[in-house]
């Protein structure tokens, strides 16, 4: 995965979705910790929920369709990206899929993050971005922390990352403060990893 040259910003070719959250009322979500993921369950931390991409906000977000429950900045080229990524793979709105973040306290959708399809040796890759009215928030490592705890926990999986442009030191800062173990990565990226524990 490559990352936006952004800061709070790190993703495959997309990253990341989610659906309309009311301004004043965020939809009710289930807590990542609630055990047993059902589908599109939304994932909740302390001030974000992380939201499965519907229908409306993929054709909302393709289309140009301004909405009123969006950050004056969402979505930027990256959200855009994800959201092609999304409505062409099915699978990518699903449970395991790309999420858009919502910000509890506003109910604006501010960025987004998500997992991609995984190996079959049990690699989860992942992207994230955030919009730049609300980087330096720290929403970035709070939703990634979220999302890495909910793939660790999914059958299979043994290792969630992130490969970063070295040119990102924002994004790699980001990851550092989300707990994930810098490695040597490929093609020119740093690679962001953390492993399931063993046993």
């Not at 040119?167 to 990226?189: F, Q, T």
């Not at 962001?192 to 063993?198: G, L």
Request: aromatic residues 6%; contains cysteine.
């Amino acid at each position: 995965m490559t990352s936006h040259p952004s800061p709070d910003s790190a993703a495959p070719e997309p990253s990341s979705p989610l659906s309309p959250a009311s301004p004043a009322s965020p939809a009710p979500a289930a807590s990542a910790d609630s055990g047993c993921p059902t589908g599109g369950a939304d994932l909740l931390t302390a001030r974000l929920v992380l939201r499965p991409w519907s229908g409306s906000e993929l054709a909302a977000v393709l289309g140009g369709l301004r909405q009123p429950h969006w950050a004056a900045d969402y979505p930027d080229e990256g959200d855009r990206v994800i959201a092609g990524f999304t409505a062409g793979h099915p699978e990518a709105r699903g449970t395991y899929g790309q999420r858009q973040i919502i910000e509890r306290a506003s109910g604006l959708v501010v960025g987004g993050i998500g997992l991609f399809p995984p190996s079959d040796d049990g690699d989860v890759e992942f992207g994230y971005g955030v919009v730049p009215s609300r980087r330096g928030r720290g929403y970035a490592p709070e939703a990634v922390r979220a999302l890495v705890a909910f793939a660790l926990a999914a059958p299979g999986v043994h290792t969630v990352y992130a490969d970063v442009e070295p040119a990102n030191p924002a994004s790699c800062r980001v990851l550092e403060k989300a707990g994930l173990e810098r490695c040597a990565g490929s093609d020119g990226l740093v690679r962001f990893r953390a492993t399931a524990p063993v046993g």
